[in-house]
């Protein structure tokens, strides 16, 4: 579908006071109620938002993103009040999850009602919903009055947009406008658990992490698809896709330090022989020992191996600074899978579409 709209950016303090009525949040919240897509920060990543009311504003969204419409879209709340227009029944261990996690970044499955909008769940009969923990994203989805549907705001495939230059790079001219708040926090999105199953299901790990989820309800179960090794087919539908791509070839090599490094330097040489343009996805321990690596062309740093906050909060730039850079291979270290670790490891792997070394 052929879209030419101008893209209207508002930029807004994240500190100032009574932000709900600042103009630029009743402008953009203004475009949402109308049924625009509008993109907006979260503490995880940049959302595109709509009213999930409507299939005729959601469609705005799957058009924008070129998004398979096989895969359900997040909804929004601003306040607990808005959970029932959405959703059904909770279960009550998906109130203790939103008692606990609210704002934050948690999505909790539970049964839809008929109100939202069949195009947000894919038709499924569940449906995810979140408050997010930004005060642009409560104060935008309280004016605008509806609960807004609101995936990543990035082209369908690419590395989630963690600022609004990132958005701005996807989705210029495909979005009725853009909020700018600023860096997100978190960096990953949002853990995704079902409730409407026993034992709960964690389905996308994210910024609340297994342990904070097992501490409030008890055990929960990890979807097969992203325990190390597994090849089963997601439970959640957008896990299927390759995601959070670079343009260049990423391979992850996973194994001792020592070994690691040997296969790394071996791959890079390679990919040198063939005339390719390379780079280093590096922690910062290592940093120093690609700098002065002859086969490494670019090197760029997530963070410290032991500091998985830093390394969530930079992993989607990083990808996408490969591209601005036109780096064609890339291999990348790996991480613990403890905490925020399960997160980062699981959109590596995606983002490296299946290429992994172990040695
Ligand atoms: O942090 C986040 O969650 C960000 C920000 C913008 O809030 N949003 C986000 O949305 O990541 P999206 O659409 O990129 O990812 C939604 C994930 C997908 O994996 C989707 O399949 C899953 O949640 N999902 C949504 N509704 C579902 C449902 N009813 N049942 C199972 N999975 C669902
Ligand atoms: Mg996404």
Redesign the pocket.
Known sequence: MEINLVTKVWSVDNDVENIQSCTQIVDAARLLHAGEAVAFP?E????LGANALSNEAVEKIFAAKGRPSD????V?IGERQQLSTVAGEVPEKGQKLMDAFWPG?L?V?VPKNEHVASLV?AG?D???V?M?AHPVALALIKQAGVPIA???ANRSGRP?PTTAAHVLADLDGRVAGIVDGGATGVGV??T?I?VTVEPPVI??P?GITREQLESVIGPVELDPSFEVGAVETP?????KYTHYAPEGELWLVAGSEEQARIKMAELLSQAKIDGQKTGVLATEEWAGYWRDHEAADVVLTVGAQADLEQVAQQLYAVLREFDNQQVQFIVGETFSREGLGMAVMNRLEKAAGGRILSV
């Open positions: 979260t995880t990543v940049y959302g895969n359900p879209l997040i929004h970044p999505t499955i769940t499924l569940s449906v995810g979140r997010p609101a995936p990543s989630s999105e949002s995704v079902d389905l996308r994210g439970r959640a539908p957008g896990m």
